[in-house]
């Protein structure tokens, strides 16, 4: 049974051919269509969308870049060694934001939780322990040390820019295509570390545990002679 009398109140449901009152029992009400809640960008707006995402993407590059440069720059000119160890860390967290624009999600996470997380935490407690005492490098002018790293640095700048350019073979200027369901992985990295690289792997870790080592030594020595 329904009441005659009772409509539906939204003008969008349809109910068929049912009666009416009896005042509008002749008319016949057409239905409109569905309304969305939240209508769909169309058209310009879509292209909106991808030019502030676009937009954004190259702000959060720029900043991550010039963070990057800039950190370590700071690393080597504090005659803090504190100073310099937090340096490192925001030069750590630039180097993951750019990670993450290469969706390259793992290398962005290992990247904070290994290096900014347990091997910072190591160097500072290293720092700690020596009292965080340094020389500074160009005291009493140069020596045969600050110019051999000079030397050394400018040779390995030389070297990665013959190497880029040797090895990229005019394909810097294409963008590559990258398959991410392959590369980025937990299981592929694992995979590369302990099958193709596991020499490397091995040697970090070993030369890790000589910097630790090192640094109770030097911490025992600084004891004895103050």
């Known amino acids: 049974m329904r009441d005659l009398r009772v409509l539906a109140r939204r003008p969008d449901l349809h109910e068929g051919h049912a009666p009416g009152r009896a005042d509008q029992a002749g ?4 239905p409109r269509p569905l309304r969305h809640a939240d209508p769909v960008l169309r058209g310009p707006f879509v292209i909106l969308a991808a030019d502030a995402g676009n937009i954004l ?3 959060v590059w720029v900043v991550a870049a010039f963070a990057c440069i800039g950190s370590g720059i700071a690393v080597i000119s504090f005659s803090n060694p504190f100073y310099s160890a937090l340096s490192l860390i925001g030069n750590l967290a630039s180097l993951a934001a750019l990670y993450l624009l290469l969706s390259a999600e793992f290398v962005a996470a290992a990247q904070v939780l290994v290096y900014a997380g347990a091997v910072m935490v190591m160097f500072l407690f290293v720092i700690a322990y020596l009292g965080g005492q340094a020389d500074a490098p160009w005291a009493g002018g140069p020596s045969w040390q600050s110019i051999a790293a000079v030397c050394a640095s400018a040779a390995l700048l030389v070297e990665v820019i013959v190497v880029i350019g040797l090895k990229s073979g005019g394909r810097l200027s ?3 295509t990258v398959d991410s369901a392959f590369y980025g992985r937990p299981y ?3 995979t590369l570390f302990l099958t193709d690289h596991l020499l490397a792997f091995e040697i970090t870790s070993i030369v890790l545990l000589i910097a630790a080592v090192g640094g109770v030594i030097l911490g025992a020595h600084s004891r004895e002679t103050t």
């Open 174 to 176: 294409h963008e590559a």
């Open 188 to 190: 592929q990295i694992g």
């Open 27 to 30: 008319t016949r009400r057409r």
């Open 57 to 59: 993407v190259w702000i």
